[in-house]
């Protein structure tokens, strides 16, 4: 079975400044995307940044921007210039190429001090 | 473009008793996702719907059941209430089976 494991339950960032979310994973498979998803307190879980696997190449998303170190099968978060807007709790997940099921780390929440 | 959306928003139950919550996916999406995400935790994977079937489901006991109309929308039924029910509840949609997924606001449902 696929885990997806977030070690670091809550971090702390200071306004303007870049902060780094970690996730790890453990599977089998090849074939997968990555996600990273923002959940703020009115609960609805938005799209982040999504990584193929067969991709080499990071994927970035104006202030967002993963790691994908695939041997090592982790996938971390890097937030630039974080905004108030960016505090909310952040979960990474997994699901196979041809799957139908997104699994979810335990998530990191993310204060921003202003 | 209409996003995803659930109803209701809040929903207390007792013990026993069923409860069904429902989903309209977002416009052009014919593939339903519901996911169980207890208080501090992430989601659990409940079942997918595809053009009306089950599609794959998770480590959860028969009580726990689906339907998706010919609009693409979609229904979570849950039989004989626990406590551990507790939860909040989210639907997401996806243009196909294996496509990037899109949530909705989420139903929190307390079981007293």
């Known amino acids: 079975a696929q885990t997806v494991t977030q070690s670091q339950p809550e971090m702390s960032v200071q306004e303007a400044e870049t902060v780094t979310l970690s996730c790890t994973y453990d599977?089998?498979?090849?074939?997968?995307?990555l996600f990273w998803y923002k959940q703020p307190p009115s609960r609805q879980m938005i799209l982040v940044i999504r990584?193929?696997?067969?991709?080499?190449q990071n994927a970035t998303e104006n202030r967002f921007s993963v790691n994908f170190q695939k041997a090592a099968k982790s996938f971390s978060l890097k937030i630039s210039d974080s905004q108030l807007g960016d505090a909310a709790m952040y979960f990474c997940?997994?699901?196979?190429?041809?799957?139908?099921?997104?699994?979810f780390g335990g998530g990191t929440r993310l204060m921003v001090k202003p | 473009e209409t996003g995803v959306t659930q109803s209701p928003t809040h929903l207390i139950k007792t013990r026993g008793q069923q409860v069904t919550l429902r989903c309209s996916s977002q416009s052009g999406h014919n593939t339903v996702s519901w996911y169980q995400q207890a208080l501090g935790q992430g989601p659990q994977f409940i079942f997918q719907y595809y053009r009306e079937e089950e599609n794959g489901r998770g480590n959860f006991p028969p009580r726990f059941s689906g339907l998706q109309f010919p609009n693409y929308s979609s229904e979570l039924n849950v039989n004989a209430l626990e406590l551990d029910d507790s939860a909040l509840y989210l639907c997401?949609?996806?243009?196909?089976?294996?496509?990037?997924?899109?949530f909705g606001p989420g139903t929190r449902l307390t079981v007293t």
């Open positions: 997940a997994w699901v196979h190429n041809a799957g139908n099921m997104l699994t």
């Open positions: 990584q193929e696997a067969y991709k080499q």
């Open positions: 599977t089998s498979e090849s074939d997968y995307y």
């Open positions: 997401a949609s996806s243009l196909r089976p294996n496509y990037e997924q899109y």
